[in-house]
């Protein structure tokens, strides 16, 4: 198999993706598979991993990098300790030019509905396909009944369990990797995602810290990176875990809840609640058998959080 270096098929030999940065250095690596560092004052705008450049030599031998144009950003509102209560208008880009998006989610006795509901409002974007991986299914017996559950809710989110120590469900996630493609794993400390990346390729082993006491994961991945897997012909970006899930701009509620956006255009009143209003065409679907029930709840579940963010502004944290 022909290997693709970060991604970067049938480019220029001076083009390169930001593979890591550090204080002063952006990590540039090209399509041989060779890396090199530059420092940051050689691009005149802010690059992130993912990013595409080029390298350019100028007459007096300078090297700056040229931007290409991104086909997508993922980034999140920066968090906020719990004890500032002063908003933080700034983001953090975890990456860019994605092609496929991983959201880890441990099947501990941390794992919430509400969890996964943020991550996907927060993240969604049309262009970019993204799957919840549920893992660590061998510490939850009952891991059937809470896919059953996301099932019924949302059948339009897409879901896989795994375990490390499963070989089908790892063989099942590597089918879900598109050769030639690069994926952007997320989620909180813990959750298990660099030590699949461990299983995934074998240039590299990266770090890996076992839980703590509370149940909580530790910060083993510190800065966002870029991994080849060359075996497989596939590039990830690892990301740090992170507990504040947030973003600026308006959130997308028909990413969860498209039945009760579509049908709630049918309401006697355009800013219906669906909760005591007359003529509720989103009340009557539910009497009708349209909705579920459980599909509200979860609903408004989620609008009373957006408002009380709303009012708040500051990051949310799980």
């Given amino acids: 198999m022909t290997n ?3 991604a970067l098929k049938n480019k220029p030999i001076n083009t390169a993706r930001i593979i890591s940065e550090n204080r002063i250095n952006y990590i540039l690596g090209f399509i041989n598979g060779d890396s090199k560092s530059c420092n940051k004052y050689a691009c005149q705008q802010d690059l992130y991993v993912g990013d595409i450049v080029k390298l350019n030599i100028t007459k007096d031998n300078k090297e700056q990098l040229e931007l290409i144009e991104r086909k997508n950003v993922i980034s999140k509102a920066s968090n906020t300790t719990a004890k500032n209560y002063n908003f933080s208008e700034s983001d953090q880009i975890l990456a860019t030019n994605i092609d ?3 959201i880890f989610l441990p099947l501990d006795h941390h794992f919430s509905l509400s969890k996964l509901e943020r991550y996907v409002l927060v993240f969604s974007q049309d ?6 991986i549920l893992s660590k299914k061998d510490l939850c017996p009952n891991f059937e009944d809470i896919i059953k559950t996301i099932t019924l809710l949302y059948p339009n989110v897409t879901i896989q369990s795994i375990s490390i120590f499963e070989e089908d469900s790892i063989k099942e996630f590597k089918n879900r990797l598109i050769p030639g493609k ?7 400390s813990g959750a298990g995602k660099s030590t699949l990346i461990n299983y995934l390729q074998n240039d590299i082993t990266l770090k890996t810290n076992k839980i703590k006491k509370d149940g909580k994961g530790k910060h083993t991945t510190t800065s966002s ?4 897997c060359n075996e497989i012909n596939y590039s990830i970006i690892d990301t740090p875990g992170f507990k504040g899930i947030d973003k600026h701009y308006q959130i997308d509620m028909e990413v ?3 039945c009760i956006e579509s049908i709630g255009r049918h309401c006697r009143f355009s800013n219906c609640k669906h909760l005591t209003e007359p003529k509720c065409a989103v009340k009557q679907a539910v009497l009708d058998g349209i909705i579920d029930q459980k599909v509200l709840d979860r609903y408004h579940y989620n609008v009373q959080k957006l408002e009380l963010l709303t009012k708040r502004r500051k990051s949310w944290r799980f």
């Fill in 225 to 228: 990176t870029i991994i080849p």
């Fill in 256 to 258: 969860l809840f498209d």
């Fill in 100 to 102: 496929q998006m991983f």
């Fill in 127 to 132: 262009s970019i396909e993204l799957t919840i």
């Fill in 182 to 188: 690069i994926g952007l794993f997320i989620g909180s």
């Fill in 4 to 6: 693709n270096y970060y």
